[in-house]
């Protein structure tokens, strides 16, 4: 798989159910990022974790990091309709700089 | 709150034809970037700008396309003669920054359909 692969590539719940969402990828990393994109709209960036860094919260959202499996996960707790867009992981592959390397990403709907 | 802006929302051309999509960064950012989005795949880094000159670029930034920022304000991206297989979403971003951990913030994104 190529760096940054997210599954599952698309997820349905209801709200108020959590929602994870799980990305590769291959090369050593810096950073990590999760962006999300709501449909015709551009990237927001939603959280970061460091090389690092095992866990880190941000509101309803949890993303943990594990270099040894070169995986992450993102959680979003009691999600809401609102929630509903792609979620991409992005990696900084080692670089200083900010060329990132996007994931597929994930479809996630939230159903009222 | 602040936001990177960019113009035209959807641009059609004509094969071989020149593009410019613009884009004004958010005023106190330093570093720009453009990103394109193909349908259907993955969003890929085509380049990123510092201080009037290329900071680095990917294999897709080939002669093709060039950068610029003419102005205080606009930052824009050039497609000399476009191919059918430039047509993408074409994200500009910036940043504060350069260096681990900084986060970009994006545009709305200019879809561009070449026939």
């Known amino acids: 798989s190529q760096q940054g692969e997210e599954d599952p590539q698309a997820l349905s719940i209801q709200e108020g159910e959590n929602a994870t969402m799980n990305c590769s990828y291959k090369?050593?990393?810096?950073?990590l990022q999760w962006y999300r994109q709501n449909s015709g709209r551009g990237l927001v960036h939603l959280i970061l974790?460091?090389?690092?860094?095992r866990e880190k919260h941000s509101g309803r959202l949890r993303v943990t990091l594990d270099t040894s499996k070169k995986s992450s996960s993102l959680l979003i707790t009691a999600s809401r309709a609102a929630d509903t867009a792609s979620y991409f992981c992005?990696?900084?592959?080692?670089?200083?700089?900010?060329?990132?390397?996007f994931g597929g990403g994930t479809r996630l709907m939230v159903k009222p | 709150e602040p936001e990177v802006t960019q113009t035209p929302s959807h641009q059609v051309t004509q094969m071989g034809q020149e593009v410019i999509l613009r884009c004004v960064p958010i005023?106190?950012?330093?570093?720009f970037y453009w990103y394109r989005q193909i349908l259907g795949q993955k969003v890929e880094f085509l380049v990123s700008?510092?201080?009037?000159?290329?900071?680095?670029k990917s294999e897709i930034f080939d002669d093709q396309f060039s950068v610029e920022r003419p102005d205080g304000s606009n930052f824009t991206l050039k497609i000399r003669s476009t191919k059918l297989e430039d047509s993408a979403m074409y994200f500009c971003?910036?940043?504060?920054?350069?260096?681990?951990?900084?986060?970009?913030?994006f545009g709305s994104g200019t879809q561009l359909s070449v026939l």
């Open positions: 971003a910036s940043s504060v920054h350069r260096g681990e951990g900084e986060k970009l913030f």
């Open positions: 090369t050593s990393i810096n950073n």
């Open positions: 974790i460091r090389s690092n860094e």
């Open positions: 992005a990696t900084d592959e080692g670089n200083a700089g900010n060329m990132l390397t």
């Open positions: 005023s106190n950012h330093l570093y």
């Open positions: 700008f510092y201080n009037n000159e290329i900071s680095e």
